[in-house]
């Protein structure tokens, strides 16, 4: 007698079904938006404040899981040091960092220009300029005040070596243009003329530096930004992100009132009676934090602060450390 043959199993439709939904979910979750663009601010001179400001700004973008910051920036330059720990964070930050000069009359000056050239994404809006990046000392004399001809003509030099003062300042100089062509070789931008930038202190409008390949986009405003940046493939901390900046959400993070504040009365261009250049710091004149959060303020250089503006900036760089 012939066994019953067994029945017959249909797993064609349950397999088919949940092979359908698990494909629908990695679509759905492919379709998803890569987080939001946090838009931070850089108005004004550069210094501690600023530099805190952006160290904090990255930091929540990516506790935010962020797919892109956006760092808005008119500047006539700044102190040094915070330009350089600005620059520190943009190439350490786990979120890609697009540095964009606006509004239309805005300006990335002096240490706005190395900052742009660090930047992951660099971008300007019309009517908007960079360079001029040659390093300023404040405080340093003018040769020429007592109507004594200037110091470093082809005449002197010929007839005596070159003072320590114009020593330091090649050094600076030299200095400063390794870095910003370092930036640029980083970044696959123009470095010959990141380095006149610095040499000799030339500018560009937005039109021209799109042209030279010092920048990689102009944009109108954000949305058209955004909208360009949209499907770019870019690279951070050893990541590669693919952008999906059309539909984002915006997280737009002001400064708060204590940067405001403190920002305010370290401003290079009244705490320091200088120019918005990118400033390297003189020891006697230029008493401020020597790191970026000022945890090596020394109590010496409150004796050698004879201005009364500078020793309050000193006095709210420490207070302000001390907060924290």
């Not at 004594?148 to 320590?164: F, I, L, M, V």
């Not at 030279?212 to 109108?220: R, T």
Request: proline residues 6%.
């Amino acid at each position: 007698m012939a066994k019953d043959a067994p029945p017959d199993i249909h797993t064609g439709g349950p397999v088919r079904a949940i092979s359908m939904l698990l494909l629908c979910w990695i679509s759905a979750t492919a379709a998803q938006p890569g987080g939001p663009v946090v838009v931070l601010t850089q108005s004004g001179a550069i210094g501690p404040a600023n530099a805190d400001y952006l160290h904090r700004g990255i930091e929540h973008a990516a506790k935010l899981g962020a797919q892109l910051i956006v760092l808005r920036m008119d500047t006539p330059g700044g102190l040094d040091l915070s330009m350089r720990a600005i620059i520190r964070d943009i190439l350490a930050s786990p979120v890609p960092v697009a540095t964009y000069v606006a509004p239309n009359g805005a300006r990335a000056a002096s240490a706005g220009t190395y900052i742009l050239y660090a930047s992951h994404i660099a971008a300007m809006a019309p009517a908007t300029n960079l360079g001029a990046a040659t390093p300023v000392n404040l405080g340093q004399p003018d040769d020429t005040r007592d109507g004594k001809p200037k110091r470093g003509t082809k005449a002197d030099d010929a007839k005596e070596t070159p003072s320590t003062e114009q020593t330091m300042t090649r050094k600076q100089i030299n200095d400063s243009s390794a870095y910003i062509r370092g930036l640029a070789q980083l970044r696959g931008r123009n470095a010959a003329w990141a380095e006149r930038a610095v040499r000799e202190a030339v500018s560009l409008s937005a039109r021209e530096a799109l042209k030279l390949k010092v920048i990689d986009m102009m944009a109108d405003d954000l949305p058209q930004l955004l909208k360009q940046l949209d499907g770019r493939t870019v690279s951070a901390a050893g990541r590669e992100f693919v952008l999906t900046t059309l539909t984002a959400e915006i997280v737009q993070r002001d400064p708060d009132w204590r940067t405001e504040l403190l920002a305010l009365i370290t401003n290079p261009t009244i705490a320091l009676q200088g120019s918005g250049a990118a400033v390297q710091p003189n020891s006697m004149k230029l008493a401020l934090p020597v790191d970026r959060r000022g945890k090596k303020l020394l109590v010496g250089e409150l004796r050698t602060c004879t201005r009364m503006p500078t020793c309050v900036s000193i006095a709210a760089a420490a207070w302000h450390t001390a907060s924290r």
